[in-house]
């Protein structure tokens, strides 16, 4: 059975101390707002906290009764696993009401299958993680990997992107414009072609962008041009093996 939903006793208490009360709006009522002693009247306005890897920032989801999957949930099936790669990557999924988390397994049509690169869980419990240092140019990308970036970088500078890639993208982009480096690792695979990026194309968008500026430009707004070595996580397989991305 997929981990979909939690008891009240597993609610982050963060998230109830950010929620107020909520205005009682019942005819005949003489309060404006009706204390929230209940714990169900807790539960059913519940505000959770989710991680967004693309932005490294919270994003506050009101989602009544159904509670979230945690990074811990997660890694009880991934133990050897950082936190961080899941947080980015497998952690906003796994709350999505079309995945849920494990994943099935096998996957047939779901979609985690293709998620997951058509590998089950129990593959993907055979990839190690490190922090490395590579070259984060556009040409050390994969084919797929270019073009994603490619087509996000001409819609930013054409105007034409909306507004959730204009945030995913700026706010990465300033980050990098004021510390030289990605707000967090993008978590990556190394394939014959180059790196994919499995979680990070928005944030490699902003660093190919900022890296595009001219010296005039960088001198006008008084900052350094990024090193083109950035650090990653990088993911290998016990085998040598790849998704089928």
Known sequence: MQRLFASSAH?????????PSPPDKRPGSSNDVK??????????YLLLIMSDGEHN????HFVGVQIMVSVQDIKKDLPTWPED??????HYFANE???GWPPPDPLGNHRWYGLLGGKPLSWWKQVTWEMKRVSCGLDDLTVKAKADVN????????????ATTKRRVAQPWVYIRDNGVFPRAPVTMQRTDGMTLIDGT??????VMFQGLSDAELAKMKAKR???????????????????W
């Not at 920032?57 to 506050?60: Q, R, S, T």
């Not at 990653?232 to 397989?237: D, E, L, P, S, T």
């Not at 016990?238 to 998704?243: K, N, R, S």
């Open 11 to 19: 609610v982050d208490s963060r998230a109830l101390s950010l929620w």
């Open 35 to 44: 204390p929230m002693n209940d714990k169900l009247d807790r539960f059913h």
């Open 57 to 60: 920032c919270c994003i506050y």
């Open 85 to 90: 790669v899941i947080e980015q990557w497998l």
């Open 97 to 99: 009401p079309n995945c």
């Open 151 to 162: 087509d996000i970088v001409k819609a930013m500078n054409a105007g034409t992107a909306d």
């Open 202 to 207: 928005h944030r490699m968008a902003g660093f």
């Open 226 to 244: 990024p090193a083109l070595e950035q650090e990653v996580w990088q993911g290998v397989h016990a085998y040598g093996e790849l998704p089928d």
